[in-house]
């Protein structure tokens, strides 16, 4: 299992990548959910910030040379890279 973990704009972000399947927890709550094990993996959901404004959230994982490695967008803009 594989997690990553991270604050953005005063959100947290999570993304649990396991034998069973993938998720995106934003503040604690399941945004999205992948069953089952697949080579590539996306997941989205949104982020609402401080001001109310709510922007769409993009998670690609994907696994290179058996490294996992996993890239959040918000609204097509890159802001987490693992």
Not at 35 to 64: C, D, M, Q, T, W
Not at 72 to 81: A, N, P, Q, S, T
Request: hydrophobic fraction near 40%; charged fraction near 30%.
């Amino acid at each position: 299992m594989k997690t990553w973990k991270f604050e953005y704009e005063g959100a947290t972000i999570e993304i649990i990548n396991s034998a069973t399947g993938e998720k995106l927890i934003v503040d604690g709550q399941l945004q999205d959910e992948q069953i089952g094990y697949a080579a590539r993996s996306r997941l989205y959901g949104h982020l609402r910030l401080p001001n109310g404004e709510r922007r769409s959230l993009k998670v690609s994982i994907g696994a290179e040379f058996l490294i996992l490695h996993c890239i959040v967008f918000l609204d097509d803009k890159e802001i987490f890279r693992s």
